[in-house]
């Protein structure tokens, strides 16, 4: 009896010892889990492909300044449960992401966004330039006339220019500027639909398309906010009566590379389909990217009987019924004579 006595004791000592050495390594692993990672740099990114297996995006972290040990994650990575819903993308984590935390964001897909900000006014190449120089955006357009870009949009024998709204637009490490052409392009759609929807019952503009291109007019000739719905109210007032709008930034822009800064009477005199001087009516296309505010001037002028207005040269612009009220603001704000 003494014998089996000891026995039994034995066997439940051995048995304590191992449900103690199981919770001590269970609460080594709720540590660990919990426990701020080590990072070689302040910030580590990694880019997972598609296909990786959990293995590779463990070793991967690992790689890249994780200072820990990679069979650790994959194993975490197994043990979670979600090793298949890990997503392709790229990340970046910075001190104080944990295994657990790690982990949440290759799940819910958290990747480090990168931003391209597209400016009211901007031509199309300016818009190209950026787009170009964005860090780590797929210069895949590049090459592209405005055709094959229109095309690729779904926007087959639509004009290229203006037709991308201004705004800033997030993307992820690697994507296309294609992706960001098409959001800004649909963006510009939804935009001008509304506006247009809620159109003066009296415009003369008969198209959407119209009022884009007055938009980007007003866009370009504003430089005070407030001034923006005066100015759409004078091309309205022109529209209406038949006269040349004889706004210089269609002129600029019909110039092209030949403007080099300084716009000449040889210039206004010069035909082009984008002289508003030598031809009545708006130009064939937009001549830049017009915000939000300069669509709703088109649509909703302020009731005016302005037909001129000139630069005062503090941003503002001086409004005149008569040419006779309008030569005498030229006088005053741009000859400076009394």
Same mark, same amino acid.
């Given at each position: 009896?003494?014998?089996?006595?000891?026995?039994?004791?034995?066997?439940?000592?051995?048995?304590?010892?191992?449900?103690?050495?199981?919770?001590?390594?269970?609460?080594?692993?709720?540590?660990?889990?919990?426990?701020?990672?080590?990072?070689?740099?302040?910030?580590?990114?990694?880019?997972?492909?598609? !296909?990786?297996?959990?293995?590779?995006?463990?070793?991967?972290?690992?790689?890249?300044?994780?200072?820990?040990?990679?069979?650790?994650?994959?194993?975490?990575?197994?043990?979670?449960?979600?090793?298949?819903?890990?997503?392709? !993308?790229?990340?970046?984590?910075?001190?104080?992401?944990?295994?657990?935390?790690?982990?949440?964001?290759?799940?819910?897909?958290?990747?480090?966004?990168?931003?391209?900000?597209?400016?009211?006014?901007?031509?199309?190449?300016?818009?190209?330039?950026?787009?170009?120089?964005?860090?780590?955006?797929?210069?895949?357009?590049?090459?592209?006339?405005?055709?094959?870009?229109?095309?690729?949009?779904?926007?087959?024998?639509?004009?290229?220019?203006?037709?991308?709204?201004?705004?800033?637009?997030?993307?992820?490490?690697?994507?296309?500027?294609?992706?960001?052409?098409?959001?800004?392009?649909?963006?510009?759609?939804?935009?001008?639909?509304?506006?247009?929807?809620?159109?003066?019952?009296?415009?003369?503009?008969?198209?959407?398309?119209?009022?884009?291109?007055?938009?980007?007019?007003?866009?370009?000739?504003?430089?005070?906010?407030?001034?923006?719905?005066?100015?759409?109210?004078?091309?309205?007032?022109?529209?209406?009566?038949?006269?040349?709008?004889?706004?210089?930034?269609?002129?600029?822009?019909?110039?092209?590379?030949?403007?080099?800064?300084?716009?000449?009477?040889?210039?206004?005199?010069?035909?082009?389909?984008?002289?508003?001087?030598?031809?009545?009516?708006?130009?064939?296309?937009?001549?830049?990217?017009?915000?939000?505010?300069?669509?709703?001037?088109?649509?909703?002028?302020?009731?005016?009987?302005?037909?001129?207005?000139?630069?005062?040269?503090?941003?503002?612009?001086?409004?005149?019924?008569?040419?006779?009220?309008?030569?005498?603001?030229?006088?005053?704000?741009?000859?400076?004579?009394?």
């Amino acid at each position: 009896m003494r014998q089996r006595g000891k026995g039994y004791r034995l066997l439940r000592g051995l048995a304590a010892a191992l449900v103690l050495s199981a919770a001590l390594g269970a609460a080594a692993v709720w540590w660990w889990l919990n426990q701020p990672l080590s990072l070689a740099r302040p910030s580590i990114e990694v880019s997972i492909e598609a !296909g990786s297996t959990p293995r590779d995006v463990a070793q991967a972290w690992v790689d890249a300044g994780v200072q820990t040990d990679a069979s650790w994650l994959y194993a975490w990575f197994r043990v979670s449960g979600q090793a298949r819903r890990i997503r392709a !993308g790229s990340y970046e984590i910075e001190p104080g992401t944990t295994p657990r935390t790690l982990l949440e964001v290759l799940v819910q897909g958290r990747e480090t966004l990168q931003t391209v900000r597209l400016l009211e006014g901007w031509t199309l190449r300016q818009v190209r330039d950026a787009l170009a120089a964005a860090p780590n955006l797929k210069a895949t357009t590049r090459a592209w006339d405005d055709a094959r870009l229109m095309q690729e949009i779904g926007a087959p024998g639509v004009s290229a220019e203006g037709r991308f709204f201004p705004d800033t637009y997030a993307y992820a490490r690697g994507v296309s500027d294609l992706t960001v052409l098409r959001r800004a392009y649909r963006t510009m759609q939804q935009r001008l639909a509304a506006v247009w929807a809620d159109r003066s019952g009296d415009t003369p503009l008969k198209s959407a398309d119209e009022a884009l291109i007055l938009a980007s007019i007003v866009e370009k000739e504003t430089g005070t906010a407030t001034d923006r719905p005066l100015i759409a109210g004078v091309f309205i007032n022109r529209l209406r009566l038949g006269m040349p709008l004889q706004t210089d930034p269609t002129v600029i822009y019909g110039l092209g590379d030949r403007f080099d800064g300084n716009l000449r009477k040889r210039d206004l005199l010069a035909d082009t389909p984008f002289n508003t001087y030598t031809r009545s009516g708006l130009p064939p296309t937009p001549i830049a990217l017009p915000g939000m505010a300069s669509l709703r001037a088109a649509v909703r002028p302020e009731a005016t009987k302005a037909l001129y207005f000139v630069a005062r040269g503090d941003g503002s612009s001086a409004f005149s019924d008569t040419l006779a009220e309008h030569n005498r603001a030229v006088n005053r704000y741009q000859r400076g004579q009394p």
